[in-house]
């Protein structure tokens, strides 16, 4: 029998938790949480490891401390949330400084006992943050990749499921930029099995659920008055993470590099890519009219202006 996968969760707070506990149950492979709490990631894995005969999956949970990276030694994937959660009255931008040394002390250790992992980032700021890691690890950048799409998407797919009084899994959403207020929802992409949106919502609705999107992290932030979003973040990314191990190839917007691409060169931003058993295969690029080019522009502007803060 082939050998287990291993999922290296690094950061075991709430999205750490939660991811680690949508893994058993997708049985994706053992995990293996890290957090600079030793205790909170040992007291997790224990709890989850007492829920397998309940839940019935088969797969084991470690927990560890962040002074022993040797714990993740040959992890297949590595989700990276370690550092701090935003919380009510900042930015993401306003985390820049502190978690860039926290990634920074992660990807070292990734890159030491880890170095054929498939990487996905969550700590924010997403899009400076995956820059991070892929400059510190050196990986190849197929291999590093930034959740941020996928849980843009989620909420533009919620949001107009809502308002149209329609599943949201039958939403068809696209979002493209940063992982931030600039965020650009492609409406004109969008559609209900089909059905265009603009049929469905008139268009004052369809721009207020835009910038609802783009505020969606922050509505959160403030109805919770400390913390964050971890459960829509958590499937976001262990959504990636089963893409590569299973070899899904699907089409995820994602922060990817680009070499090109959107005429972008030697960032990473969100955009639609195929993600399968090669990690990132391939950038999908979707043909955008002059409205969509300009808030793409912006939000261009607004990761590269976040990425020369890592001074990387």
Known sequence: MAARKKIALIGAGQIGGTMALLCGQRSLGDVVLLDLLEGVAKGKALDLQQTRGILGYDVNFTGAGTTDYSAIRDADVCIVT?????????????????????????????????????????????????????????????RVVGMAGVLDTARFRYFVGDAAGVAPRDVTAVVLGGHGDDMVPLVRHCSVNGTPLPRLLDQAKLDAIVERTRKGGGEIVALLGSGSAFYSPAASAVAMAEAYLRDQKRLMPCS????????????????????????????????????EKKMLAKSIESVRKSVAETKL
């Not at 550092?83 to 990807?107: W, Y």
């Not at 680009?258 to 993600?275: K, N």
């Open 256 to 291: 990817a590099w680009l070499d090109g691409q959107y005429g972008v060169s030697g960032l990473f931003l969100g955009v639609p890519v195929v993600i399968g058993a090669g990690g990132v295969e391939r950038v999908v690029e979707l043909e955008l009219d002059e409205a």
């Open 82 to 142: 370690a550092g701090v959660p935003r919380k009510q009255g900042m930015s993401r931008e306003d985390l820049l400084n502190v978690n860039l040394e926290a990634i920074t002390k992660v990807a070292l250790g990734i890159k030491q006992y880890a170095p054929n992992a498939f990487v996905v980032v969550v700590t924010n700021p997403l899009d400076s943050m995956v820059y991070a890691m892929y400059r510190v690890t050196g990986f190849p950048k197929n």
